[in-house]
């Protein structure tokens, strides 16, 4: 009885041994390899969106570099117009102004943002936030981005209605928009 009692703990004791020596290339070994590719798959997809977004970038910067200096009294509308920060902030919010009424849409909120340098490039910005069904967002987000004037939308929060506030169908929308003010000298 003794020997099978022995037996039955070193069986024991054998399983038991090779269970942590599981548990522990588990937890050491496959767990931190499986997070690394978790990791990985969730960069990957980062990586994807921002590729899509440099990708538009690129377009319109070889957009903006297509043309030559000369070009640009011919091209003046596609530039954001004034002699000064304060003109050329003016010129972007009524821009926007007639892309909101094209599409009878009235915005809650319209502040604008610091200016910034973009390859040469002097940007002035406005942060705009409206509520507008669905497709007359897609329509005013299209217009800004493919119309005459070279604007970015840098920024884009939409957000879809509570329950309660559902019955409009619409969508809240926050966004930055910046323009370019002119070709740059050099």
């Known amino acids: ?14 399983v038991a041994a090779n269970g942590l020596i599981l548990a522990g290339i588990y937890l050491f070994l496959i767990d931190p390899a499986l997070q690394i590719l978790r990791d990985q798959e969730t960069q990957i997809t980062q990586n994807a969106v921002m590729i899509e977004h440099l990708d538009s970038a690129v377009a319109r910067r070889q ?3 297509a043309l030559r200096p000369e070009d640009v009294d011919g ?3 596609r ?4 002699d000064t920060e304060s003109l050329s902030t003016a010129d972007l919010l009524t821009r926007l102004r007639e892309v909101a009424d094209q599409h009878a849409v009235s915005f809650n909120s319209v502040a604008t943002l610091p200016a910034r340098n973009w390859s040469g490039h002097r940007m002035i910005g406005a942060r705009v936030e409206f509520t507008a069904p669905t497709p007359r967002v897609a329509e005013v987000l299209s217009s800004l981005e493919d119309g005459p004037s070279f604007l970015f939308i ?9 329950e309660a506030e559902a019955s409009d169908n619409g969508l809240s ?5 910046y323009g370019v003010t002119r070709w740059s000298k050099g």
């Open 1 to 14: 009885m003794w020997r099978q009692i022995k037996s039955w703990t070193r069986f024991t004791a054998f």
């Open 63 to 65: 957009s903006l570099s």
């Open 75 to 77: 091209a003046r509308r």
């Open 79 to 82: 530039f954001l117009q004034g």
């Open 154 to 162: 840098r920024n884009a929060k939409l957000t879809a209605p509570s």
């Open 173 to 177: 929308v926050t966004i930055e928009i």
